[in-house]
C-alpha cells in the first residue's frame, strides 16, 4: 500500500467515486475489458491508455514488443469515456494497487495528478522532447514548470466549411456570422455547428473564443487568475450567446457534442463546422460513411476576432504519458514514454492512424508519411500546430471546468446575465490553482453534488 497520505486518507472514497463514475458514460464491453487488461506472461510493464483510438494503441504497443523482446509492454485499454478513464487511474493509486506502470494522461490531468503525488517528476528528460515535441504538448505535460509527463499524441480544432455555399473561409469571427446571415437569407440551414452542450467539448469551444479575443485564463506562472482582465471573456460569451439567440449557432447547438455536429455536418444541415480531426474523412464518406458534402467542403484554421493579437487558436487535446509512483518497473517505464514521445516508429503510427502525433518533424515531412486522404488534414495542422493552445494543466482544472459549464453554458443558451456567471468562473480559476486534490474527489463523489 502506498504511503501517499493522499492516498490513504482516499480510500473510503472509492465505492461512491465508482458510481458516479458509471453515470459519466457507456460502460464498455465487459468481455472487451478483460480482454485487453488480461496481462501478457512476458510483460515487463503495464500501459494503461484510452480505449478510445485501441487499434492505434494496438500498433503501437505491438511496435514496442516487436524492438523490445526483453522488456514486453502490456496493453491495459481503458474505457474510452474521459471520466471513466480517470476514475481507473484514480483507483489504481488509491487502492495502491500499482497495476499501471505507464498512465496515458488526458492532457488536463496534468496538474491534478502530479499535486495528487500519483506520478513520478520527469524533469530530467526535458532536453528529450525540447525541440522534438510541438510547444503546445510540452506545455501540457508540465505542472509549476516541471515535466510530469512526456508528450505523445495532440489534437487540433479546424473550421469545417462548406465550399458550395462559401466562397472563401473566414478568417474572423465576426466574417463568419455574417456569411450565416447572408447564405441564411437565400438557404434554409443551420449556421454553425460544434460542440455546445454542457460538458468539457464546451470548455474548449469557450476557451477558443477567449484566446482568439487576446483573452487569459491565467497568467504565464499559473499564479493567478486574469479572466477578468479586460472584456475578452465577456465578449466571448456574449458572442456566443447572440449566435445563439439569432440563429447562427444552430437551434440545437446548446445540445451537441463532437457526432451530433458532425452528422449534422456530414448530411449537409449545415454551413461552418468545428471539430477535430477524426471527422475529416468521415465527412468524406470514408469508412462506410454517408456523407452529403463529401465533394463540397474544405477545412480550415479557426477564426480570431477583429483586431485580436492573433490569426487563429485552437486548443489542444491529446495524451501524455506519465511515469506512476507506484509501478516498481519505473526504469523501462521511463525508456518507453520517451521512446513514444520521440521514436519516429510510434510517431508515424499516430500519423497515420489517427490521432495526430507530437512530434514536430512528422509535420514537416508530412507529405512522405500520412496516407493521401489525411494530407489536407497536416496541411492545416502546419498552419495551425505553433499557435495551438493547452488548457492550463493545473491542480484543480477539472474543478474550473465544471464551473464553466455551471455557469457559462447557461448565459449563452439561457439568456443568462454573464456578470455572476463569470464572477464565479473567476472565483473557481482562483480555486484551481491551489485546490487540494482529495477535496475535489470528496465533491465529486458526494452523490448530493452530481444529478
Not at 438557404?187 to 479575443?213: A, H, K, P, R, T
Request: glycine share 8%.
Amino acid at each position: 500500500m502506498s504511503k501517499n497520505p493522499f492516498v490513504l486518507r482516499a480510500i473510503g472514497l472509492l465505492a461512491v467515486l465508482a458510481l458516479v463514475a458509471a453515470a459519466c458514460g457507456p460502460a464498455p464491453d465487459e468481455e472487451e475489458e478483460d480482454e485487453a487488461g488480461a496481462p501478457a506472461e512476458d510483460a515487463a510493464f503495464t500501459w494503461a491508455v484510452t480505449g478510445a483510438d485501441g487499434p492505434t494503441m494496438e500498433a503501437v504497443a505491438d511496435l514496442w514488443n516487436e524492438e523490445n523482446p526483453d522488456q514486453q509492454v502490456n496493453l491495459t485499454l481503458l474505457p474510452p469515456e474521459a471520466d471513466d478513464q480517470r476514475t481507473q487511474l484514480f483507483n489504481d493509486q488509491i487502492t495502491g494497487a500499482g497495476e499501471f506502470d505507464v498512465l496515458g494522461l488526458d492532457v488536463i490531468w496534468t496538474g491534478e495528478f502530479a499535486e495528487a503525488g500519483f506520478i513520478e517528476s520527469l524533469e530530467d528528460m526535458r532536453d528529450s522532447v525540447e525541440g522534438v515535441s510541438i510547444p503546445g504538448a510540452i506545455e501540457s505535460a508540465q505542472h509549476e514548470g516541471e515535466l510530469y509527463a512526456l508528450p505523445y499524441s495532440t489534437n487540433f480544432g479546424f473550421l469545417y466549411y462548406r465550399t458550395d455555399l462559401v466562397d472563401e473561409p473566414p478568417e474572423t469571427w465576426e466574417e463568419l456570422y455574417d456569411i450565416v446571415v447572408e447564405v441564411q437569407e437565400e438557404e434554409d440551414i443551420d449556421g454553425y455547428v460544434g460542440q455546445g452542450d454542457s460538458y468539457e467539448g464546451f470548455v474548449v469551444n469557450y476557451l477558443e473564443f477567449l484566446w482568439s479575443d487576446g483573452g487569459e485564463v491565467f497568467d504565464d506562472a499559473a499564479t493567478e487568475s486574469l479572466l477578468l482582465d479586460g472584456d475578452h471573456a465577456e465578449k466571448a460569451i456574449t458572442f456566443m450567446q447572440d449566435a445563439f439567440e439569432e440563429g447562427v449557432f444552430a437551434g440545437d447547438f446548446n445540445t451537441m457534442v463532437e457526432d451530433d455536429a458532425r452528422l449534422a455536418f456530414q448530411a449537409g444541415d449545415a454551413i461552418f463546422m468545428r471539430n477535430w480531426p477524426y471527422a475529416y474523412p468521415l465527412a468524406l464518406g470514408e469508412d462506410d460513411e454517408e456523407s452529403e458534402v463529401a465533394d463540397d467542403f474544405d477545412i480550415a484554421p479557426l477564426p480570431a476576432f477583429e483586431g485580436a493579437p492573433v490569426d487563429t487558436v485552437s486548443t489542444l487535446g491529446g495524451l501524455n504519458n506519465a511515469v506512476s509512483t507506484l509501478s516498481e518497473n519505473q526504469e523501462v517505464a521511463r525508456e518507453f514514454v520517451e521512446w513514444a514521445a520521440t521514436d519516429e516508429g510510434p510517431q508515424e503510427i499516430l500519423a497515420e492512424m489517427q490521432p495526430p502525433p507530437t512530434m514536430a518533424s512528422i509535420y514537416e515531412n508530412y507529405e512522405d508519411i500520412v496516407p493521401e486522404d489525411q494530407l489536407p488534414v497536416y496541411e492545416v495542422l502546419n498552419e495551425i500546430r505553433e499557435d495551438a493552445r493547452a488548457r492550463p494543466p493545473v491542480p484543480g482544472y477539472n474543478s474550473f471546468s465544471l464551473a464553466v459549464q455551471e455557469n457559462l453554458h447557461s448565459v449563452y443558451a439561457d439568456g443568462a446575465d454573464p456578470g455572476p456567471a463569470l464572477e464565479a468562473v473567476n472565483e473557481a480559476a482562483e480555486e484551481a490553482l491551489v485546490e487540494d486534490p482529495e477535496e475535489a474527489i470528496e465533491e465529486e463523489a458526494d452523490p448530493d453534488e452530481d444529478e
